[in-house]
Nanobody, 124 residues
């Protein structure tokens, strides 16, 4: 049974940084793709970043490219999302998720397992 648990959210001023963590269990992280999504109030859930099945390939939404970095620590079964130069528009609940193999990593409908989310609030 796959379980995901996000942590690390909080309140930060614009220009600041946060590191989110997604603790995983019930899967082999080294061979699993992992995605990060976010959902702001009144908006649809959107793709943020992902790690591919190969382990080294990364994917980013244009809105976060150059500011966010996704990585994994297989020994700790944990995926991270390092967020820098945060903007008020980054405010959202952030979710980690596991996709099915061989699907579009950008499409939230490709993901079978989701964490409960962690709130990130960026003040101006």
């Amino acid at each position: 049974q796959v379980q995901l648990a996000e942590s690390g959210g909080g309140l930060v001023q614009a220009g600041g940084s946060l590191r989110l963590a997604c603790a995983t269990s019930g899967l082999t992280l080294s061979t699993s793709a992992m995605g990060w999504f976010r959902q702001a109030p009144g908006k649809e859930r959107e793709f943020v970043a992902a790690l591919g099945w190969s382990g080294s390939r990364t994917y980013y939404a244009d809105s976060v490219k150059g500011r966010f970095t996704v990585s994994r620590d297989n020994a700790k079964n944990t995926v991270y999302l390092q967020m820098t130069s945060l903007k008020p528009e980054d405010t959202a609940v952030y979710y980690c998720a596991v996709p099915r193999r061989g699907v579009s990593i950008y499409d939230l409908n490709s993901y079978d397992y989701w964490g409960q989310g962690t709130q990130v609030t960026v003040s101006s």
